[in-house]
Protein backbone atom coordinates (compact mmCIF):
# COMPACT_ATOMS: atom_id res chain seq x y z
CA UNK A 1 0.00 0.00 0.00
CA UNK A 2 2.92 2.20 0.72
CA UNK A 3 4.67 1.74 -2.58
CA UNK A 4 1.27 2.80 -4.42
CA UNK A 5 1.19 5.99 -2.51
CA UNK A 6 4.31 6.69 -3.43
CA UNK A 7 3.84 6.22 -7.47
CA UNK A 8 1.13 8.96 -6.86
CA UNK A 9 3.41 11.29 -5.57
CA UNK A 10 5.58 10.76 -7.95
CA UNK A 11 2.75 11.26 -11.00
CA UNK A 12 4.19 14.59 -13.12
CA UNK A 13 0.82 15.67 -14.57
CA UNK A 14 1.97 17.46 -17.30
CA UNK A 15 1.10 20.65 -16.66
CA UNK A 16 2.93 23.83 -18.42
CA UNK A 17 1.79 27.75 -19.39
CA UNK A 18 0.74 28.26 -22.43
CA UNK A 19 0.03 31.45 -24.41
CA UNK A 20 -3.30 31.39 -26.30
CA UNK A 21 -5.47 29.26 -24.45
CA UNK A 22 -7.74 31.51 -23.33
CA UNK A 23 -9.51 34.48 -24.54
CA UNK A 24 -8.39 38.03 -23.28
CA UNK A 25 -4.75 37.32 -22.39
CA UNK A 26 -4.04 40.47 -24.74
CA UNK A 27 -6.28 42.52 -22.76
CA UNK A 28 -4.93 41.04 -19.30
CA UNK A 29 -1.43 42.13 -19.92
CA UNK A 30 -2.76 45.42 -21.04
CA UNK A 31 -4.35 46.12 -18.30
CA UNK A 32 -1.16 45.05 -16.52
CA UNK A 33 0.92 46.86 -18.29
CA UNK A 34 -1.46 50.26 -17.64
CA UNK A 35 -1.25 49.39 -13.55
CA UNK A 36 2.63 49.34 -13.47
CA UNK A 37 2.83 52.49 -15.49
CA UNK A 38 0.26 54.16 -13.35
CA UNK A 39 2.46 52.65 -10.08
CA UNK A 40 5.41 54.12 -12.00
CA UNK A 41 4.52 57.45 -12.19
CA UNK A 42 3.18 57.29 -8.69
CA UNK A 43 5.96 56.60 -7.12
CA UNK A 44 7.73 59.25 -9.15
CA UNK A 45 5.11 61.45 -7.24
CA UNK A 46 6.15 60.17 -4.22
CA UNK A 47 9.79 60.65 -4.35
CA UNK A 48 9.35 63.99 -5.17
CA UNK A 49 7.49 64.83 -2.28
CA UNK A 50 9.45 62.71 -0.17
CA UNK A 51 12.49 64.81 -1.17
CA UNK A 52 10.78 68.10 -0.46
CA UNK A 53 9.89 67.28 2.68
CA UNK A 54 13.23 65.93 3.42
CA UNK A 55 14.67 69.51 1.95
CA UNK A 56 11.97 71.39 4.17
CA UNK A 57 12.81 69.25 7.17
CA UNK A 58 16.46 70.14 7.08
CA UNK A 59 16.46 73.64 6.42
CA UNK A 60 13.73 74.45 9.21
CA UNK A 61 15.26 72.06 11.51
CA UNK A 62 12.58 69.86 11.71
CA UNK A 63 13.87 66.88 12.14
CA UNK A 64 10.82 64.80 12.09
CA UNK A 65 9.63 66.00 8.86
CA UNK A 66 13.79 65.46 7.83
CA UNK A 67 13.87 61.81 8.99
CA UNK A 68 10.21 61.14 7.05
CA UNK A 69 11.40 62.56 4.22
CA UNK A 70 14.16 60.30 4.15
CA UNK A 71 11.94 57.60 4.91
CA UNK A 72 10.18 58.38 1.88
CA UNK A 73 12.72 58.54 -0.18
CA UNK A 74 13.80 55.15 0.57
CA UNK A 75 10.66 53.78 0.28
CA UNK A 76 9.88 55.20 -3.15
CA UNK A 77 13.28 53.79 -4.54
CA UNK A 78 12.41 50.42 -3.52
CA UNK A 79 8.82 50.69 -5.06
CA UNK A 80 10.64 51.91 -8.30
CA UNK A 81 12.78 49.06 -8.23
CA UNK A 82 10.69 46.77 -7.72
CA UNK A 83 7.75 47.89 -9.94
CA UNK A 84 11.03 47.78 -12.66
CA UNK A 85 12.25 44.31 -11.76
CA UNK A 86 8.90 42.81 -11.27
CA UNK A 87 8.68 41.04 -14.68
CA UNK A 88 12.29 39.87 -14.12
CA UNK A 89 11.44 38.43 -11.16
CA UNK A 90 8.51 36.38 -11.68
CA UNK A 91 10.51 35.28 -15.17
CA UNK A 92 13.67 34.22 -12.54
CA UNK A 93 11.27 31.94 -10.36
CA UNK A 94 9.17 30.81 -12.64
CA UNK A 95 12.01 29.63 -14.87
CA UNK A 96 13.40 28.46 -11.56
CA UNK A 97 10.53 26.36 -10.62
CA UNK A 98 10.10 24.72 -13.88
CA UNK A 99 13.44 23.04 -13.38
CA UNK A 100 11.97 21.43 -9.78
CA UNK A 101 11.14 17.63 -10.78
Known amino acids: MHLLSTVYLAYDPGITPSGGGLPGLAVLKNVVNSINLFAIVAVVGALAVSLGVWA ?12 NGKKGAVVSAGAALGLGAANGIV ?11
Open 91 to 101: AFFSALGSQVS
Open 56 to 67: WGHHTGGHQAEA
